[in-house]
């Protein structure tokens, strides 16, 4: 293992994509960052720009109007990086699998991009913080 | 030892460079594990802020098409390299007295401005509206900090009897005095400004602005101003340290005491930080000029009536 | 105004009419032909007054119905005017938005989604569909393709910005534009709000919203009556337990199914419970945007045991899925009671001290006060409810205006606040959540003995409104169902699709760094609002002023303090 790959483990940045949520997961995330589960242990930081991000945590099953802005931000984070699929809808449509205005997952819009994109799931209605944190260790442990 | 191998010295390691960014690192860690411990967490392990920036350099560079490619390449230097002379300024002041020259202290407020102008520099290149807004804000601010700063200054050379150099006015402590210590908390007020904390932060301001002016930067150019803020960390406080607090003398005892000066206001800085909201930029104008310019004003008085008629402690 | 009074106050307008029709007694159902919908609403609006909630449109093939549903809520009751529109080829009918700006919205989206013209409405836009979805094809059209499938069709890329009619404001482009969104750190959701600023100050500013939309009123459609809360309670994750909520009680009016009355019990204490915790959740987030964290951080751990309390009783910490047709699904343990109202003992200590310490904060008065001001009248105009509402001194609660589970028994306040700013809206938060917790408590002592549902064989034909009070404001579901074992039309009405449009209204004028904390105000919920609907209400009175809250307040604060000595 490399220092670089050492230092992105040790120093994960993320970003927040909502492509079209409930909201559940996106709470949960932010729930991450206080004091019960205090991600910052980890180093992990929630950013405000994708420029500064090393993971993606995208919720939601990707609305009509979210795809294209979901590859842009992809685009813009740079490489190399982790995209996370937070939740059944992110991992595959979920309870909306139906709907008229769904044109997810979250890996089919990331994969029409960037065929080599590295994408992690956490499944669950939504995932607990706990799943979340573990999916994000197993993820960066598998890098 | 030469004369330029020394001065190399003094810039690229002690109390240069690797001195202040190690330092500056450390500091940064505290801050962030302190404001943690004050919000019920445990906060980043003790090499945070040295990972963040090691991986910051692997990263891949992004500049914005529409971006000025060398004014946005170029602004982190310029900032890293203001505050990277500024410590060593100090520094040498600190440390080596003798070595000092008469007028530093005016060319370290000069390069007290740098960061902030590179900071301006750099986003306005960025050609992001959120920058944009980040830029004016920014502007505004060094304004706003820079007339009280300069001000409380003015005490600082009356108390010492009008000495223009960092050594000297070192061996003066102007804390020690009303008009001094009022002129002390006002600086620390500016630093923190300067350092662009809470509740001055709005040119960062993540809620309003996305990373407001660092909006664009990515990688490694990201780390050179994480990097440039840490330094910052070590080189405003030791300012403060030096000008206001007696400085840290040479003997092994008086540098413990200035380190436990600058632990100090470190402290303070990450008091304030975590007890207050942001306040927007015109209220912090108001603030800066006519709250502290009038307080600074009365200061400048007694400062003056304490000289002519000989009472320390005014 | 009594039920009798408003009956014959509506029947003045008997000529414009076809049918009026009373079923059970606080739901009147009026129904009239499109060319004297224009009429008949502006009489229900402005001289009866009632507040509009939303509105509905259903594809009955041979013809459409567009279903305005009104609210009076002095006592409760709520009034549906049925348009018919004939012509299925050129549905159009007079837009309601010219003298009712909440209605706005809910006419673009069923322009979007059923293809219904509104004449004269003021800003014809797109709203709710995303940008390259092709022109005429109308998804919630009984005829519309399979819903898994795309439509095809000419891709048509419609401006957000620039209004396609002229007669609307629209954002000045010659100005810098801000965006805020459609990813921005200030919202964990997408939308996409642009800013015209001149300086810092904002000049104008422009919605567009879609980036959520999940298309569920069509989902619904498709499934069976009772799988529905699971569905409803995925609207919005903060309101998973009241949208599920609205959506039985519409069924079970007309259904005729009374729950028992643990039910009633058990789903107000869920309902409060999740009241707490978002409010709590507002609060920590409202420190956040304003760079508060340390409020943020200290909020959102006391939030956590309210979170713990909810999963040890549904078994999930959000989406609960605990309420259903006839009752709840999970019963509160009673040996769980003393622990939970341990718990509410904890956290009122701590919102105590938190609301202390947010009402005497000198820093927070400056940065707050009189920032965002929603006055009363746009209030009305804009039909919003809710802390929204009642911060701008409207005084509306759905809980005590038609009281249903188990609050007529209860004993509690309505907050309501005068100056319609931020920092009113953080007052009603936060006295909301220590009568939420003073709710949780009774219930609990008085949670009485019995089964927790009834077994319902089956959903007869009928429609029915039910609403619930969400802690963002009024939830509306509209349900009719045709005897079979789906709903065949299911509208969804959230919060913030009334509460969102205001800013048009609170932020004009103001600095940039004041809009964040105002769009933050509402507590807005995308998730919600790409669901839909609109709410008017005219005769709000102030409960209490500024000045005597405060007291009321302090006092509390003291009491409960010298309690604890």
Redesign the interface.
């Known amino acids: 293992m490399g220092?670089?790959t050492k230092?992105?483990k040790?120093?994960p940045?993320v970003f927040h994509v909502n492509t079209g949520a409930c909201n559940n997961c996106d709470i949960e995330i932010v729930d991450l960052l206080?004091?019960r589960f205090?991600v910052?242990?980890?180093?992990i930081?929630l950013?405000?720009?994708p420029?500064?991000a090393?993971a993606l945590l995208v919720t939601g099953g990707v609305t009509a109007q979210a795809a294209p802005r979901l590859r842009e931000v992809y685009r813009?984070t740079?490489?190399?990086c982790v995209v996370f699929a937070i939740g059944a809808c992110a991992c595959g449509k979920g309870i909306f699998t139906t709907g008229y205005h769904m044109v997810g997952p979250v890996d089919k819009i990331i994969r029409e991009i960037d065929p080599d994109a590295i994408i992690a799931y956490v499944p669950g209605c939504p995932p607990k913080p706990e799943a979340i944190i573990s999916g994000v260790v197993k993820a960066l442990a598998a890098i | 030892m030469n004369n330029e191998m020394q001065v190399l010295f003094w810039i690229l390691v002690f109390p240069g460079f690797v001195f202040t960014a190690v330092l500056g690192l450390l500091a940064a860690w505290i801050v962030?594990k302190v404001?943690?411990l004050?919000?019920?967490?445990?906060?980043?392990?003790f090499?945070?802020p040295f990972?963040?920036v090691?991986?910051l350099l692997?990263?891949?560079?992004?500049i914005p098409q529409e971006a000025n490619k060398w004014v946005f390449i170029g602004a982190p230097l310029v900032g890293l390299a203001g505050v990277l002379l500024l410590s060593t300024l100090l520094g040498v002041a600190a440390f080596w007295p003798q070595k000092t020259f008469v007028g530093d202290v005016i060319v370290a407020i000069y390069l007290m401005v740098l960061p902030s102008l590179a900071l301006i520099l750099g986003s306005s290149a960025s050609a992001s509206?959120?920058a944009?807004?980040g830029t004016?804000?920014e502007m505004k601010l060094v304004m706003g900090y820079e007339l009280p700063l300069v001000l409380a200054f003015i005490v600082v050379i009356i108390k010492s009897g009008g000495a223009l150099g960092l050594a000297a006015i070192a061996e003066t402590t102007p804390v020690a005095s009303i008009s001094g210590a009022v002129a002390f908390l006002v600086s620390l007020l500016c630093i923190h400004a300067k350092i662009g904390y809470?509740?001055f932060?709005?040119a960062e301001?993540?809620?309003?602005l996305?990373?407001g002016v660092?909006?664009?930067?990515?990688?490694g150019l990201?780390a050179l101003w994480n990097l440039t803020s840490a330094m910052m960390l070590v080189a405003l406080p030791m300012f403060l340290v030096v000008v206001y607090l007696g400085g840290f003398g040479t003997t092994p005892a008086g540098i413990t005491i200035g380190l436990l000066k600058y632990v100090g206001v470190l402290v303070l800085i990450i008091l304030i930080k975590?007890?207050?909201?942001?306040?927007?930029?015109?209220?912090a104008m108001r603030f800066f000029w006519i709250g502290c310019g009038l307080v600074l004003v009365t200061a400048i008085a007694l400062a003056t009536i304490g000289n002519i008629y000989d009472i320390g402690w005014l | 105004m009594n039920q009798q009074q408003l009956n014959t106050r509506i029947s003045e307008i008997r000529d414009k009419l076809t049918a009026i029709e009373q079923k059970p007694d606080n739901r009147i159902w009026l129904s009239c032909e499109s060319e004297n919908a224009y009429a008949v609403n502006k009489f229900l609006f402005e001289e009866v007054p009632l507040r509009f909630v939303i509105a509905t449109v259903i594809d009955s093939d041979d013809y459409f119905e567009v279903l305005y549903h009104y609210a009076y809520d002095e006592i409760g009751c709520m009034v549906t005017l049925k348009a018919l529109i004939r012509d299925r080829e050129n549905p159009a009918i007079e837009s309601i938005a010219p003298f009712l700006p909440g209605a706005e919205w809910i006419e673009r989206e069923m322009h979007d989604l059923m293809g219904i013209e509104f004449r004269n409405h003021p800003d014809m836009r797109r709203l709710i569909l995303s940008d390259d979805w092709p022109v005429g094809v109308y998804p919630l059209r009984k005829d519309a393709k399979k819903p898994a499938e795309r439509p095809d069709g000419e891709p048509s890329r419609r401006p957000t910005v620039q209004s396609q009619s002229p007669a609307r404001r629209t954002v000045q482009l010659s100005k810098?534009?801000?965006?805020v969104g459609p990813f921005?750190?200030?919202q964990e959701e997408m939308e996409l709000f642009q800013l015209a600023?001149d300086?810092?100050i904002v000049t104008d500013i422009d919605m567009r919203i879609s980036y959520n939309h999940r298309g569920m009123e069509k989902i619904a459609e498709t499934l069976q009556f009772d799988q529905v809360p699971f569905l409803v309670s995925r609207i919005c994750g903060i309101c998973s337990a009241s949208h599920p909520l609205a959506y039985v009680q519409a069924v079970e009016e007309f259904a005729g199914i009374t729950p028992p009355d643990r039910a009633l019990y058990v789903r107000t204490i869920i309902n409060e419970l999740e009241r707490i915790h978002s409010h709590i959740l507002w609060v920590g987030l409202a420190?956040?945007?304003?760079?508060?964290?340390?409020?943020?951080?200290?909020a959102w751990?006391y939030r956590e045991p309210v979170l713990d309390l909810l999963e040890e009783i549904t078994g999930n910490r959000n989406n609960y899925g605990n309420v259903r047709i006839g009752g709840c699904r999970e019963d509160i343990p009673d040996e769980l009671k003393p622990k939970i109202i341990a718990e509410m003992d904890k956290i009122e200590k701590k919102m105590v001290m938190l609301t202390k310490a947010v009402l005497d904060d000198p820093?927070?008065h400056?940065?707050l006060k009189g920032i965002g001001i929603l006055k009363k009248e746009d209030a009305i105009n804009y039909c919003v409810t809710g802390p929204t509402a009642r911060a701008s001194g409207v005084d509306i609660d759905v809980r005590r205006d038609e009281p249903y589970a188990a609050y007529g028994v209860l004993n509690w306040n309505v907050i309501t606040q005068p100056e319609g700013d931020v920092f009113a809206k953080a007052v009603v938060r936060l006295l909301e959540t220590l009568e939420a917790i003073k709710i949780v408590k009774e219930a609990l002592v008085k949670l009485p003995k019995g089964p927790v549902a009834i077994e319902v064989k089956q959903i007869p034909a009928g429609e029915g409104c039910g609403h619930a009070e969400a802690p963002r404001g009024e939830t509306f579901h509209y349900v009719r169902s045709d005897g079979g074992n789906r709903p065949v039309r299911h509208k969804m009405r959230a919060p913030s699709y009334v509460n969102v449009p205001s800013f048009k209204a609170s932020c004009l004028g103001g600095?940039?760094?004041?809009v964040?904390i105002t769009l933050a105000s509402v507590d807005p919920c995308y998730s919600c609002t790409e669901r839909l609907a609109v709410v008017k209400d005219r005769g709000g009175k102030v409960l209490h002023d500024y000045e005597t809250l405060l007291k009321l307040s302090r006092e509390k604060t003291e009491k409960i303090r010298k309690e604890i000595l």
């Open positions: 220092l670089s230092a992105v040790k120093s940045w206080t004091p205090d910052e242990r980890f180093g930081k950013v405000g720009s420029r500064h090393d813009q740079p490489k190399p | 962030r404001s943690a004050v919000q019920y967490r445990v906060g980043p392990p090499l945070q990972w963040d090691r991986k692997s990263k891949e560079v992004l509206p959120h944009a807004v004016a804000r809470v509740p932060d709005m301001a993540e809620t309003e996305g990373s660092l909006m664009e930067y990515s990688g990201l975590n007890t207050n909201p942001r306040v927007r930029i015109d209220q | 810098p534009v801000l965006p921005h750190p200030l600023v300086g810092e420190g956040h945007f304003i760079g508060y964290d340390t409020v943020f951080m200290w751990k820093v927070l400056v940065r600095n940039i760094a004041d964040t």
